[in-house]
């Protein structure tokens, strides 16, 4: 597709390069004359068109809202709220069918009137009825704006009678109309205010009513104070249930202890021998590091007697004459030992059991403790759920005394209104009278005009970006670098006063110095591009005939002998060789000769070479095609041909060729592999962007190395422009220029010898 085409071809070239105000310019500057043909008439035909519009004319009359009187403010009436219901109500009315009708039917009643509507539609043969005759707009004040209210009554008729009669029939219409209803409206609406007040008022009392005898119901006069002991209370049990609950955490810790030592003491707590006994107290003096059990009871006096009988008894086995354990007084402070331990033994066993009983005592507490915190509690929402049920009746009731005021307020401006003096009842008044229009409102000259040169304008620059949109052709530096995506080498400009037999002879004689500039420019160009130095060959190439390319190369040539670099113009335009007309020199001998001896006879091509080449200007010379063939790509593959190139390169610092066109024919591109560099020519204005991009894409493909475009043909002053379009087929392309350079005759014999060749 061509859009992908150039896409690609904007992306591979110089992407950075945008268009500058000089491009534009040039764009305008060429195309202005077919940009001035197509946009006059479009612009007239506009305005001659509109012209032809009907003729209305408009009139218009207004009410002015007069504001309420400063008594309202006494009243405490919201003066804004007032003047914005009435702009809304007059609106409502001004544009109400109503008002529609009577403006119709006071029309059909008076024959005057009737006539004067229908007065132009009779005169143009159009039927018409008095509806369709009948045209008006309301502009009226926003509901925002009650400084001024006004309201304006717009009307269009087909003559200016008409306008005039129509905005006054309206005026006075709904004067009468609002009149009418004032007082009826007025009536109707104190009735309903009055009616809602005491249904609302009803309201109110009975809300305060069912809250007074709720609360006397459920004991709420104190609803505060109950709220009040009731958390106290909760307060209270719950530090109880605390409290107990830290309690039996201590218990229960106590008894663990218990649990630990009776396991210690295992079955022999009941046991009556002397020394299970003493055993028992060893291990239940564990119990005494318990506080509530070393303390419990006489359990402090038993372990102070005790301690006295193991005192005693001690003294007793101390003594110089110690007494035996048989002794009578032995025998008697073990008896009272033996009686301490088992009380003793009874007493922690007792404090054990206490321990048991407090703590079974203290989760009855909590139990108890937790019944009373939990039926507190549930007074408690009780007595949320009474205050919540207080308080939205309270919100309903403060919505009804709201409702109650706001019914009154209206209730009040509606008392005053009709109470007011009768030059004050009527706040709407006539502020203006329609008036007879001097001029049509439609169709607007002076608009139409404004638009006319509008569009104009618009279609006077926009043809011209228009016509460069669809036009591909290569015309302009810019398209050479984006959408060929190759540099450019030069631009030389069109060339008028140069008779055409002399213009390859430009920089040779010096014919036109702007010219020769050109040509150097080119020079310095291509040398800054070249890859190779010398000696080396360039290739001089277009897309098709008559594009300048021997042009090119003849002035090319004579710029590399001017800069001291032997150089050899070969005409390889084998099909339509021309190089030789320059210097009116005999093509009997040439390329195709010298070939034909290299294939030969070798070994005379240095002779041969050195007679045919013809020196034309100091340091350039030619070498004619020496005939005509269009077996040029079979004689490419000979080793004659070869030979020839390796002596040119020996002699001379620069060769140029000059090709056939490589749209029409493979010559080109068979001899640009043996070639160093291309240089491809096109004109202005002549061969499609696309058509070159492939054509130079083809040459890349051969591996050789193209400098670049030269663009021949510019016109003067010429800038860069953007073009895009489609293009010809390459076979029609082809057919199409060819016929040119040979003649249809010609095309067809090549055709045909072409075809025996390939076969």
Not at 38 to 43: D, I
Not at 362 to 380: D, G, H, P
Request: hydrophobic share 35%.
């Amino acid at each position: 597709m061509e859009e992908d085409y150039n896409t690609d071809s904007v992306n591979s070239g110089a992407n950075n390069k945008v268009r500058g105000f000089s491009d534009f310019v040039s764009i305008l500057r060429d195309r202005w004359l077919i940009s001035v043909a197509l946009s006059l008439p479009m612009a007239l035909g506009y305005v001659f068109y509109k012209y032809q519009d009907t003729e209305f004319y408009q009139s218009s009359s207004s009410f002015r809202l007069v504001p309420p009187p400063a008594v309202l403010n006494l009243q405490k009436v919201d003066r804004e709220t007032h003047v914005r219901s009435l702009i809304s109500k007059h609106l409502e009315g001004l544009n109400s069918q109503e008002l529609r009708d009577r403006v119709y039917q006071k029309v059909e009643e008076d024959p005057k009137s009737k006539a004067v509507l229908l007065a132009p539609f009779m005169r143009d043969g159009i039927p018409a009825s008095v509806p369709s005759t009948i045209s008006y707009s309301i502009g009226g004040p926003s509901t925002k704006d009650v400084s001024r209210p006004r309201f304006t009554i717009s009307s269009i008729a087909r003559s200016a009678e008409g306008a005039k009669l129509v905005a006054d029939i309206v005026q006075s219409e709904y004067e009468k109309m609002h009149k009418s209803k004032k007082s009826l409206q007025v009536e109707s609406v104190r009735n309903l205010l009055e009616s809602l007040l005491t249904q609302s008022l009803k309201k109110e009392s009975d809300l305060s009513e069912e809250m007074s005898f709720y609360k006397k119901d459920n004991g709420l006069p104190f609803l505060d104070d109950a709220k009040r002991n009731s958390a106290d209370r909760k307060s209270q049990y719950s530090s109880q249930v605390t409290s107990s609950k830290l309690q039996q955490i201590k218990i229960d810790s106590l008894l663990r202890q218990v649990l630990a030592i009776q396991a210690r003491i295992g079955s022999r707590e009941n046991s009556s021998k002397s020394e299970d006994i003493d055993n028992d107290i060893a291990l239940i003096k564990d119990f005494f590091e318990i506080d509530a059990i070393e303390n419990f009871g006489s359990i402090p006096n038993l372990r102070t007697t005790l301690f006295e009988l193991e005192r005693t008894r001690k003294r007793y086995q101390d003594r110089s004459n110690a007494y035996l354990e048989n002794h009578p007084k032995m025998l008697e402070n073990a008896r009272q030992v033996l009686d301490v331990k088992k009380t003793l033994i009874k007493e922690v066993t007792a404090a054990i059991e206490d321990l048991k009983d407090k703590r079974m005592q203290l989760i009855a507490e909590e139990r108890e403790f937790q019944v009373a915190m939990n039926k507190v509690q549930e007074e408690s929402m009780e007595l949320s759920g009474m205050e919540e049920w207080l308080k939205n009746k309270d919100r309903e009731l403060a919505v009804v005394r709201k409702s109650t005021d706001q019914i009154q307020s209206r209730l009040n401006e509606v008392k005053i209104e009709q109470a007011l003096p009768s030059e004050q009842e009527e706040p709407l008044r006539k502020e203006s009278y329609a008036y007879l229009p001097g001029a049509p409102f439609t169709p607007d000259k002076a608009k139409i005009r404004s638009m006319g040169f509008a569009i104009f304008f618009v279609s006077f620059f926009a043809i011209p970006f228009c016509l460069e949109f669809v036009d591909n052709r290569v015309k302009s530096p810019f398209d050479v670098e984006v959408f060929i995506g190759k540099d450019l080498l030069g631009g030389i400009p069109k060339i008028s006063d140069v008779d055409e037999n002399q213009r390859p002879l430009i920089v040779g004689n010096d014919l036109d110095d702007g010219l020769t500039e050109s040509f150097r420019s080119m020079y310095s160009k291509i040398q800054m591009n070249s890859l190779v130095d010398h000696p080396k060959c360039i290739l001089i190439t277009s897309a098709i005939p008559s594009e300048g390319k021997s042009l090119i190369s003849a002035n090319l040539a004579y710029c590399c002998a001017n800069h001291g670099r032997k150089t050899v113009l070969v005409d390889f335009d084998l099909r339509r060789p021309g190089l030789h007309k320059i210097c009116d020199l005999d093509n009997k001998k040439g390329l195709v000769s010298l070939v034909n001896c290299a294939s030969s006879q070798p070994e005379k091509l240095k002779n041969e070479l050195l007679s045919t080449v013809v020196e034309i200007h100091p340091n350039l010379f030619i070498l004619p095609s020496g005939g005509k063939t269009r077996a040029a790509t079979e004689m490419l593959e000979q080793i004659g041909f070869d030979l020839v190139s390796q002596d040119l390169r020996s002699e001379f610092d620069v060769i140029i060729i000059d090709s056939p066109p490589i749209g029409l024919f493979p010559d080109s591109l068979a001899i640009a592999r043996k070639v160093d560099e291309v240089l491809f020519v096109t004109r202005f204005g002549k061969v499609s962007r696309k058509i070159a991009k492939s054509l130079v894409n083809d040459l890349e493909a051969t591996g050789v190395n193209v400098l670049g475009v030269v663009l021949n043909d510019l016109p003067h002053k010429k800038t860069p422009g953007y073009y895009y379009s489609g293009y010809y087929g390459y076979g029609y392309f082809r057919y199409k220029y060819y016929n040119k350079y040979y003649g249809k005759e010609k095309f067809v014999d090549s055709l045909h010898e072409d075809s025996k060749v390939n076969s």
